[in-house]
């Protein structure tokens, strides 16, 4: 079935330092929409990308992520990691569009 | 702009009390509706979404249920509390355009049933 795979439970980094989370997923569609939320403590989730699109970069609020459909990853990455960038990423997959299926999330901690 | 509103905040309800919690959407007509559950530790999980007033698929069979009856409002509820239900819920809406292209959540509500 379709699933979507983050490794990382928990990362822990000094603030200037680059960041990387890894996100793969597994579906028989091949239109599937890739996407990374983010959620702020008290706060609600909301998107930080989106792509359907192999091997494009997207980038929103100097994170990034690319699409690689040949090794089913979009994995989100920062040059440098800021204080306010602590919170819970999800990564998350659309298969057929009627519903999103989330990883178990990713918690950045960043320290000063 | 469109808002959405989820309410409680937060609730601590015995097992097999029963349960409703709310989420109205302003701003916007016949969005998709979701709700979305999340156990402590656990990943988020869609449990129903609706396209329409009145209609409702359940996604994940937790004993809960799921209504529509406005456009702008999605109760989920039910009639007997589980321990398992405990966990935070999240209302959503998006708009259907062939595909999600964007969930727009609430606040959330966090349950604990004891």
């Known amino acids: 079935g379709d699933s979507v795979t983050q490794k990382e439970g928990l990362v822990t980094l000094t603030e200037g330092l680059p960041v990387m989370l890894n996100c793969t997923y597994q579906?028989?569609?091949?239109?599937?929409?890739l996407f990374w939320y983010v959620h702020y403590l008290n706060e609600s989730p909301r998107l930080l990308l989106k792509s359907s699109t192999d091997n494009k970069r997207t980038e929103h609020q100097g994170f990034h992520a690319t699409l690689h459909k040949s090794s089913s990853s979009f994995h989100l990455q920062k040059s440098s990691a800021q204080l306010s960038d602590s919170a819970l990423y999800y990564c998350?997959?659309?298969?057929?569009?009627?519903?999103?299926?989330f990883g178990t999330g990713t918690t950045v901690s960043v320290s000063p | 702009a469109q808002t959405i509103h989820q309410w409680p905040v937060a609730e601590i309800k015995a097992v097999g009390s029963p349960l409703s919690l709310g989420c109205t959407i302003k701003?916007?007509?016949?969005?998709?509706l979701y709700w979305y559950w999340q156990a402590t530790g656990g990943t988020l999980q869609q449990l129903f979404y609706s396209i329409t007033v009145g209609q409702v698929e359940s996604v994940v069979q937790l004993n809960l249920s799921a209504s529509r009856p406005k456009d702008d409002q999605f109760i989920l509820s039910t009639e007997k509390l589980l321990l398992s239900h405990s966990g935070f819920y999240l209302c959503a809406w998006s708009l259907w355009g062939g595909v999600i292209e964007t969930l727009y959540f609430g606040s959330g509500t966090r349950l604990t049933v004891l």
């Open positions: 998350a997959l659309s298969p057929r569009g009627r519903a999103l299926i």
């Open positions: 701003g916007k007509s016949s969005p998709n």
């Open positions: 579906t028989i569609y091949s239109n599937a929409f």
